[in-house]
C-alpha cells in the first residue's frame, strides 16, 4: 500500500517509513503546503488540516503536527512550535530556560490519516525535561534540547530506531500501525 505523507519535513518522512516499512506501506512524500489553523490544540490543527487537504491530494494521506511544551513556561511554544523554532530557535529556548530548575517538558504528535472519505487521528506522549545544551546530530527540530524520561540522551543522539521507541511520534505510529494491522488486515 502506498500512503501519501503531506509534509516538507524529510525528517519525519523517513521515521515513518522505517516505522512502516514491516507492513509493506511505501510512504511517498507529497510537499503540499495547507493552512494551519490558531488553536490551542493539535488535534484540532490536525483535523482541519485533513479537511482542508481531503479533496486536493491523493488518498491515503497522512499529516502529522506535534508540539513541545515546556512545564515553566506554561506549555509554550506548543501548538507554535514550528513557529517558535524558525524565529528563535534552539538558543532561543535554551536563553529562555537559562538558571530554570523546573526543566520538565513534553512532546505530543498527532497523526491524521485520510482513508475512504474518513479521518482518524493517533496520538502520542512523551515526557521529559530540557537539557542545558545541545547534543547530538540526529533527529532535527527540538531533538538536540530534549531528553527523554529513561534516558540520558538527546533525542538527537539517538538512531531512528532508538528514538522511536521513547517518542511521542514513535508512539502515535504504533496506535497507527496497530490501527492498519488491526483495520486493513496486514
Do not use: C
Not at 72 to 93: E, Q, R, W
Not at 103 to 124: C, E, M, P
Not at 153 to 171: C, D, Q, Y
Amino acid at each position: 500500500m502506498k500512503i501519501f505523507f503531506i509534509t516538507s519535513n524529510r525528517g519525519k518522512v523517513e521515521e515513518f517509513s522505517k516505522f512502516l516499512e514491516p507492513l509493506g506501506i511505501e510512504i511517498v512524500q507529497l510537499n503540499y503546503g495547507y493552512p494551519e489553523i490558531q488553536s490551542q490544540s493539535l488535534e484540532e490543527v490536525v483535523r482541519f488540516g485533513i479537511e482542508w487537504l481531503k479533496d486536493k491530494v491523493p488518498e491515503p494521506f497522512i499529516i502529522e503536527d506535534s508540539g513541545l511544551f515546556i512545564e515553566h513556561l506554561n506549555g509554550f511554544p506548543g501548538v507554535y512550535s514550528a513557529y517558535v523554532y524558525k524565529t528563535i530557535g534552539l538558543d532561543g529556548i535554551l536563553k529562555l530556560m537559562e538558571g530554570v530548575e523546573n526543566r520538565r517538558a513534553y512532546f505530543k504528535s498527532v497523526i491524521g490519516f485520510y482513508y475512504k472519505n474518513r479521518s482518524h487521528l493517533f496520538v502520542g506522549v512523551t515526557h521529559g525535561v530540557i537539557s542545558t545544551e545541545k547534543r547530538g546530530t540526529f533527529g532535527f527540530g527540538y531533538d538536540p534540547i530534549f531528553i527523554p524520561e529513561g534516558s540520558k540522551k538527546t533525542f538527537a543522539e539517538m538512531t531512528i530506531v532508538e528514538k522511536n521507541k521513547l517518542s511521542h511520534r514513535g508512539k502515535a505510529l504504533k496506535e497507527f500501525y496497530k490501527w492498519l494491522k488491526e483495520n486493513l488486515k496486514y
